[in-house]
């Protein structure tokens, strides 16, 4: 499946390779495709599409935060995400019928993002600066994170699985902030593939902080992805 558009879909002039960027797919079958958009260099190009590609929900979540640089970040998202999702069904970005599947822990409305019929997978993910966006034929999570500092994985870390506290115990000090971005980014990815989010224990899973990347989780492809210096992003998508 390619994300090139069936016919002509708004695209703005500053959508250019350097904002927004196709990529390296893990080398494995059923491959997520992945995009990553830089906030910054998008933002003033997004800001006049927002009130015309959006829906007026996501028009109210946008318009809820209250930091600009929020507000950018998720404009860049959704905007982007109905531009591809839209080139890929043929349709004006406005039109894409965007909504939550059940969650599968309390069936409230805030699970995996979905468009009603459509045989197509995606996963939406912001830090500061950045979005990354994820597409598959399977179920799919992504998560990008800024490395934390040290206070925030001292807090966090015993939160995590056992074994996982264990590994950034062992780590040395000046590396536990990336070991614990990739743990987070791992587990994250995982638990919004399977729909819940972070409504499960992430005690549960061992997705593991190990550079050389996740422990093995059956019937789900989890890979780390390269977005440059001071990140680190996941994705799993379900096996087939």
Same mark, same amino acid.
């Given at each position: 499946?390619?994300?090139?558009?069936?016919?002509?879909?708004?695209?703005?002039?500053?959508?250019?390779?350097?904002?927004?960027?196709? +990529? &390296?797919?893990?080398?494995?079958?059923? @491959? $997520?495709?992945?995009?990553?958009?830089?906030?910054?260099?998008?933002?003033?190009?997004?800001?006049?599409?927002?009130?015309?590609?959006?829906?007026?929900?996501?028009?109210?979540?946008?318009?809820?935060?209250?930091?600009?640089?929020?507000?950018?970040?998720?404009?860049?998202?959704?905007?982007?995400?109905?531009? +591809?999702?839209? =080139?890929?069904?043929? +349709?004006?970005?406005?039109?894409?019928?965007?909504?939550?599947?059940?969650?599968?822990?309390?069936?409230?409305?805030?699970? @995996?993002?979905?468009?009603?019929?459509?045989?197509?997978?995606?996963?939406?993910?912001?830090?500061?600066?950045?979005?990354?966006?994820?597409?598959?034929?399977? =179920?799919?999570?992504?998560?990008?994170? @800024?490395?934390?500092?040290?206070?925030? #994985?001292?807090?966090?870390?015993?939160?995590?699985? &056992?074994?996982? %506290?264990?590994?950034?115990?062992?780590?040395?000090?000046?590396?536990?902030?990336?070991?614990?971005?990739? #743990?987070?980014?791992?587990?994250?990815?995982?638990?919004?593939?399977?729909?819940?989010? +972070?409504?499960?224990?992430?005690?549960?899973?061992?997705?593991?902080?190990? %550079?050389?990347? $996740?422990?093995?989780?059956?019937?789900?492809?989890?890979?780390?992805?390269?977005?440059?210096?001071?990140?680190?992003?996941?994705?799993?998508?379900?096996?087939?």
């Amino acid at each position: 499946m390619c994300l090139l558009p069936a016919r002509p879909v708004p695209r703005p002039e500053r959508l250019t390779p350097a904002a927004w960027t196709r +990529l &390296p797919e893990p080398p494995r079958p059923g @491959r $997520p495709r992945l995009w990553l958009a830089r906030v910054e260099e998008l933002r003033g190009a997004v800001a006049p599409l927002a009130d015309v590609v959006l829906d007026s929900g996501e028009r109210a979540r946008a318009a809820a935060f209250h930091r600009a640089a929020d507000r950018d970040g998720y404009r860049v998202a959704h905007v982007c995400l109905r531009m +591809l999702l839209g =080139a890929h069904l043929g +349709l004006e970005p406005s039109e894409v019928p965007l909504v939550r599947r059940p969650c599968p822990g309390c069936q409230a409305p805030h699970g @995996r993002p979905d468009v009603p019929g459509v045989p197509l997978c995606f996963s939406v993910s912001r830090t500061a600066g950045l979005c990354l966006l994820a597409f598959a034929d399977t =179920a799919v999570g992504a998560d990008i994170e @800024r490395l934390p500092a040290s206070d925030v #994985v001292s807090a966090l870390t015993a939160t995590l699985h &056992p074994r996982e %506290a264990a590994e950034l115990a062992a780590c040395p000090p000046d590396r536990r902030p990336a070991a614990f971005a990739r #743990v987070w980014t791992r587990k994250e990815a995982y638990l919004k593939g399977l729909g819940i989010g +972070l409504g499960r224990d992430l005690r549960r899973d061992h997705l593991g902080a190990s %550079a050389r990347g $996740p422990s093995r989780v059956p019937g789900w492809a989890i890979d780390d992805v390269a977005v440059g210096r001071g990140c680190a992003a996941a994705v799993a998508v379900a096996e087939q």
